[in-house]
């Protein structure tokens, strides 16, 4: 019960870290961190049992926030726009496994998208899992994720 305990409290403490980094960041490297942070704990979940998979969590977590922050401040407006909308197209028509890409030519930034399983959410809602890289001045970085649709049609990021 102590090591759940001392799991807990190192999560606590990561997350406190990770919101007094948030200060000091733009808003890309904050929403970067965050959704870095998400996916993170979420994989870090996946590893460990017991109190391991807390550790795992909070590991997975911290690491995640890190490198989605960096990836966050890399990705002009622009890159955005083309990832976002790229991400759209593909959630909304890619059967699972087909990649979409996109490229914005003034930065060098590219990313790919690529559906891999498709649920319901209790609204009826469609959901997907999807993979994502994005490459940044030569360097891939890959996420993980889900989206569901919402009423008004554009996908929303769940996890």
């Not at 870290?17 to 870090?44: F, I, P, R, W, Y």
């Not at 959410?121 to 996420?143: M, N, W």
Request: aromatic share 6%; hydrophobic share 35%.
């Amino acid at each position: 019960m102590k090591i759940v305990r001392n799991a807990a409290l190192g999560i606590a403490l990561l997350g406190m870290v990770g919101l007094g980094a948030c200060q000091n960041m733009g808003e890309k490297e904050t929403l970067g961190g965050l959704g870095g942070a998400a996916v993170g704990g979420l994989a870090g979940a996946q590893v460990g049992g017991g109190s391991g998979q807390l550790a795992a969590t909070a590991v997975g977590a911290l690491l995640g926030f890190f490198i989605g922050s960096e990836v966050g401040k890399s990705l002009d407006k622009a890159d955005q726009l083309y990832a976002e909308r790229t991400a759209g197209q593909a959630l909304e028509s890619n059967p699972s496994g087909q990649s979409s890409t996109w490229s914005n030519p003034d930065s060098g930034n590219s990313g790919t998208i690529t559906p891999t399983r498709t649920s319901y959410s209790d609204s009826g809602q469609p959901c997907r899992e999807y993979q994502q890289t994005v490459t940044i001045g030569g360097e891939t970085q890959q996420a993980y994720g889900t989206a569901c649709r919402q009423e008004d049609g554009t996908w929303r990021i769940v996890n």
